[in-house]
Nanobody, 122 residues
Framework: QVHLVESGGGLVQAGGSLRLSCAAS??????MAWFRQPPGQEREFVAA???????TYADSVEGRFTISRDNAKNTIDLQMISLKPEDTSVYYC????WGSGDITKASMYPYWGQGTQVTVSS
């Protein structure tokens, strides 16, 4: 059984920064990712990082968000800078034990955290 726990959400002013963390337990995970779900909208891809440390970002966060990974600790972080009000969302950590498929699709990931709220005020 895989268990994902996010931390680091909160309230920040536009232009500010936040760092999210996700700790995984239970097994080695090949791909880990961040998704977010704005109020009243569908869950959307933010960033992903496989075991190999290559990274993929959504266009909306490219250049502002950085995903990183510690394979030994089975953790990922999401460093967010230059935050905008439209970044307000519940952020979810996701993970998969295999690497085949589209890592930007939520259906790729069988394991999910409980989510952490990020609110950016204007």
């Amino acid at each position: 059984q895989v268990h994902l726990v996010e931390s680091g959400g909160g309230l920040v002013q536009a232009g500010g920064s936040l760092r999210l963390s996700c700790a995984a337990s239970g097994r080695t995970l090949y791909v880990m990712a961040w998704f977010r779900q704005p109020p009243g909208q569908e869950r959307e891809f933010v960033a992903a990082i496989p075991w190999t440390h290559s990274t993929t970002y959504a266009d909306s966060v490219e250049g502002r968000f950085t995903i990183s990974r510690d394979n030994a600790k089975n953790t990922i972080d999401l460093q967010m800078i230059s935050l905008k009000p439209e970044d307000t969302s519940v952020y979810y950590c996701a993970a998969s034990g295999w690497g085949s498929g589209d890592i930007t699709k939520a259906s790729m990931y069988p394991y999910w955290g409980q989510g952490t709220q990020v609110t950016v005020s204007s």
